[in-house]
């Protein structure tokens, strides 16, 4: 598996599952588009759990209760799940590179000790920050999944007006929560400072609650407000073809929600959406 370049300014890390449907949209859809940037100082990550039939059967039961019976019901489990975790609040799993063909996607891997469950994202993303801090150079890191399109031409203006500051930079879409905001899982940037921030205070991290709602958490308990980068969501082929090109290349990121887990047509989306932002 061929190294990183540790002195690319972004370090985009994609949160990565090693089944379908998630792998065939890794696999056909998203990682193509990383060749067709037009911004190049970047390299890309993929980080994955250990599987387990155990971790898979939970795992899946979520996702078919979130698609089939909702999200409350799916966020039952999720959160049952979340509490249990709680003594490994101070947890830090390893991450190390994965061998060749070990994650099912053409590019460099990381492999990070702990099951692969919805209600481990935490862990599995503090361990890829780690990495990010002590195997990078990169000012900036980008925390995304295999269902999202960057368009990282579009994110160069924010870091222009972001390199001014010695602040950390805690920025994405930003949702509400019943504890206040926090970025979206799916497209989070942070700079070295608030990823440092975020580690030496783990113990602020609450493990109830989903991982990116929880990130948003720690960094209200620290003083960090988190700043607005707008991120487009595309439901469908139709939807695509309604929207102009000049509009979709004013976007950073795209999210990709096309329906039930079985019937995902997230990489026709993906392939029509890298060449209208080539245009």
């Known amino acids: 598996m061929k190294p990183i370049d540790e002195n690319k300014r972004i370090l985009v890390g994609v949160m990565h599952v090693t089944r379908d449907p998630w792998l065939r949209i890794a696999q056909l859809g998203q990682f193509p588009s990383w060749g067709s940037q037009k911004y190049r100082n970047f390299e890309t990550v993929y980080f994955f759990s250990r599987t387990s039939r155990i971790a898979n059967y939970l795992d899946s039961t979520i996702e078919n209760l979130k698609w089939r019976k909702g999200r409350n019901a799916a966020y039952g489990i999720s959160y049952l799940l979340m509490w249990t975790l709680f003594p490994l609040r101070r947890f830090g799993p390893r991450a190390v590179t994965a061998k060749d063909g070990e994650s099912g996607v053409d590019g460099f891997s990381l492999k990070v000790a ?13 361990a890829f920050l780690k990495f990010f801090l002590s195997k990078t150079k990169s000012e900036y890191v980008i925390i995304t999944n295999s269902s999202s399109i960057l368009n990282l031409a579009a ?14 930079i805690y920025a994405g879409p930003i ?5 206040g905001v ?25 493990t109830h609650t989903m991982d990116d709602v929880c990130f948003g958490t720690a ?4 003083g960090v407000k988190p700043i607005q ?18 509009y979709l290349r004013s976007f950073a990121h795209f ?12 990489v026709e989306i ?5 060449e209208r932002l080539k245009v």
């Open 114 to 126: 702990i099951p692969e469950l919805t209600a481990s994202m935490r862990w599995k993303k503090l």
């Open 155 to 168: 994110l160069e203006e924010f870091l222009e007006g972001a390199d001014v500051s010695e602040d950390p």
């Open 175 to 179: 949702n509400s929560a019943h504890d």
């Open 182 to 206: 926090f970025t979206s899982g799916s497209f989070t940037v942070m700079n070295r400072q608030a990823a440092k921030l975020l580690l030496k205070n783990a113990k602020l991290i609450p």
């Open 219 to 222: 960094f209200k308990r620290m």
């Open 229 to 246: 980068i707008d991120s487009l969501s595309i439901e469908n082929l139709s939807s695509l073809a309604n929207l102009g090109t000049e």
């Open 255 to 266: 999210r990709l929600k096309s329906g039930p887990l079985e019937n995902r047509a997230d």
């Open 270 to 274: 993906m392939q029509q959406l890298i």
